[in-house]
């Protein structure tokens, strides 16, 4: 009886399985859920979290995982013929749209970089993505994308943290970029969290190809700020038994840090001594100012 019950309780689980997705050929993939396990580059139904309806391609084979998943695009079913076909037909809108949307603000002397453009399924609507210096007058440019398309268009200007987000890519860690794959929103952050992790400070190793501060940064700050709490900076000098030692660096995986004496002697010394120590000179690094711009405005 009590295998049974296990059983029942094990068959009430949620049968859900998780694989990627893409709107199109090119552009990056999401997460998606199934019910059922589905092979790679299978068209499929989605429903997205906003309740729109869009036919997408998998890109990854199925796994199944023990727990259910909220917040992210879950797989109807399988796409019929007639709806790969009316797929295809929006892909053959947005081309249509790209090019005309080019066109036209050439002609109207408009200065933005179109980035994407994305038709909705039904058709209801097509978002063209840009990037502009300055606000956009694009009124004539919505009547004469309008008139040529007969859709309702909508122009959505975008900063270069979305560009990249929507382009894709391959980051300096060699996985697909976050803000592409997974990222909902983005963190404010600030050249003090490098600082904190005592990464170096060059723009070449701590921003990334939108020309901004890497989003990873803030993935485990908060770790290094309960570490260093209460802890000498970096730079400042300590005095122990009258000797002065200068703060190199800390290590907060064997919780150590190193120190550098009077005759340049490096020495390790445990954190939780260090604690115990007065702090006495303040150093700020040099250099910091020219990284200001890889900051969010």
């Not at 992210?72 to 790969?84: D, G, N, Q, W």
């Not at 300590?238 to 000797?243: A, F, K, L, M, S």
């Amino acid at each position: 009886m009590e295998k049974q019950k296990k059983r029942s309780k094990e068959n009430k689980q949620p049968q859900v399985w998780l694989s990627s997705a893409t709107l199109k050929q090119g552009y990056p993939d999401f997460a998606v859920k199934l019910y059922k396990p589905l092979p790679k580059g299978t068209y499929v139904l989605a429903e997205f979290p906003d309740e729109r309806k869009e036919v997408v391609i998998l890109t990854d084979v199925s796994y199944r995982i023990p727990f259910d998943v909220e917040g992210i695009s879950k797989v109807l079913r399988k796409a019929s013929p007639k709806e790969i076909k009316d797929f295809e037909k929006k892909i053959e809108i947005e081309e249509k749209g790209k090019a005309y949307c080019i066109q036209f603000a050439k002609e109207l002397g408009l200065e933005m970089n179109l980035v994407r453009v994305d038709c909705f399924f039904d058709r209801s609507k097509i978002i063209f993505f840009y990037t502009a210096d300055g606000r956009i007058d694009f009124r004539q440019l919505v009547k004469e994308l309008a008139r040529a398309l007969r859709m309702r268009i909508e122009m959505r200007q975008i900063g270069v943290r979305n560009e990249t987000a929507l382009l894709g890519g391959v980051g300096f860690c060699g996985r697909e970029f976050c803000c592409a794959r997974f990222l909902k929103k983005f963190t404010p952050l600030s050249i003090k969290m490098a600082k904190e992790q005592s990464l170096i400070l060059d723009p070449n190793k701590i921003s990334g190809p939108c020309g901004r501060l890497l989003c990873c940064l803030a993935y485990e700050v908060e770790v290094y700020r309960e570490f260093l709490k209460d802890l000498p900076r970096l730079g400042n000098k300590i005095r122990v038994n009258g000797t002065s030692y200068k703060v190199l660096k800390y290590n907060i995986f064997q919780k150590i840090a190193y120190v550098e004496d009077p005759e340049g002697n490096i020495i390790q010394v445990p954190v939780e001594e260090m604690k115990s120590f007065v702090e006495e000179l303040q150093e700020e690094a040099l250099g910091e100012e020219s990284l200001k711009t890889l900051e969010e405005d």
